[in-house]
């Protein structure tokens, strides 16, 4: 079963405005971690923001916050006054607590495409 | 600039050839994460490493292998190579293992290309 579910393959913004790129998860583990990474053109993997199973506020990296919703099991990224910049692929990605190896387990990603 | 290296930037062999991909994790990180990144697979965990030790084995071929060494540098080796294992390779480090709730820093990648 797919641990990471992004449905959202593409998605277009205005310079300045907010974007929330969708992810929900699945797992029985109590102890996880959720993350977000960007990867933009050049390839890189940037580690943008975290969330644990049991933090109760959802965690905020200046313009990056997480919408942590933990009964609909859905950690959306919410990306405020987006830039040209923020343009590249999103990745969201979860650590279980339960597992051997503490693998990241990665969706499939979405494109934003921020226009001027 | 995550504080991981990876060495090369890009490599373009041959069918049949082994190569030998090389990461130096971030200072005081004892954990390698290897993975591979492909247009038809996505993002998959192949190995990872904790201070010199194989801790946990993905999707991981029985033509590759990785090792980490004392330095905890760590290289992945990828043998009999065929055109599908074209990918961009990852390697990673956290601090620990044993905890899901430290984050994975990520190398550049070293973009592999087999013809």
């Known amino acids: 079963a797919q641990k990471i579910t992004q449905t959202q393959p593409g998605m277009f913004v205005q310079e300045k405005e907010a974007v929330t790129l969708d992810c929900t998860y699945d797992t029985s583990d109590p102890s996880y971690g959720l993350f977000w990474y960007k990867q933009p053109s050049s390839g890189e993997m940037i580690f943008l923001i975290y969330?644990?199973?049991?933090?109760?506020q959802n965690a905020t990296e200046g313009r990056y916050s997480l919408n942590f919703q933990k009964a609909r099991k859905s950690a959306n990224l919410v990306i405020s006054a987006s830039q040209l910049g923020d343009s590249a692929m999103y990745f969201c990605a979860m650590r279980e607590g339960g597992s051997n190896d503490y693998k990241l387990s990665f969706g499939a990603g979405t494109t934003v495409t921020v226009r001027a | 600039d995550s504080g991981v290296t990876q060495t090369p930037k890009h490599l373009i062999t041959a069918t049949g050839q082994r190569v030998t991909l090389r990461c130096s994790p971030r200072?005081?990180?004892?954990?390698v994460y290897w993975y591979q990144q492909s247009l038809d697979q996505g993002l998959q965990f192949l190995i990872q490493y904790y201070n010199g030790e194989e801790r946990a084995k993905g999707n991981i071929l029985e033509r590759f292998s990785a090792q980490q060494f004392p330095d905890l540098h760590s290289e992945l080796n990828l043998s009999s190579l065929e055109l599908g294992d074209s990918a961009l390779y990852f390697c990673?480090?956290?601090?620990?293992?044993?905890?899901?709730?430290?984050?994975?820093?990520f190398g550049p990648g070293t973009r592999l290309t087999v013809t």
């Open positions: 990673a480090s956290s601090v620990g293992d044993q905890s899901p709730f430290h984050e994975q820093y």
């Open positions: 969330q644990g199973s049991y933090d109760q």
């Open positions: 200072s005081g990180d004892l954990s």
